[in-house]
């Protein structure tokens, strides 16, 4: 099937796929250009037919309690709502590390990572966010990150 992928551009595959599939494919675990294509299509509109949705990825491991304490921070970030600075449209994809050795080999050092998926389906990595920021500074500078 990553033969197949990797010859079909992502718009190719996202207009292939079922509009309520695409974003559970973009939720297996999936390894190699398998993945690329299926968040690209995801990014591109293949899936939710909301396209003002915007995504973070955050990389951990187990066992890793600043991942663990930012991970639940993020959650309940993105859960606040009310505040000048809420983010209904943004969903969080947690990866973990020890599953890809690529994935393991650039973050091992630096877990938790949090990254932005771009439209075209790159991620920029955002700035390392200290876990002792209260919930309402780090949802405002989510809510910064996508304003760039």
Known sequence: MAALVSSVSPAALAARLAPGRAWIMDRWSIRGPLLVAATAAFSAGGGSGDEKRRRLVLYKKP?????????????????????????????????DITGNPEWEMLYQYEIPVLAKVLPDGTEETLPRL????????IQKKIATAFEN
């Open 63 to 95: 066992g890793c309690c600043l991942c663990d304490g930012l991970e639940e921070k993020l959650h309940a970030a993105l859960s606040l709502a009310g505040g000048p600075h809420s983010l209904p449209s943004v969903d969080l994809q947690v990866r």
């Open 130 to 137: 200290s876990p002792r920021l209260t919930v309402e500074l």
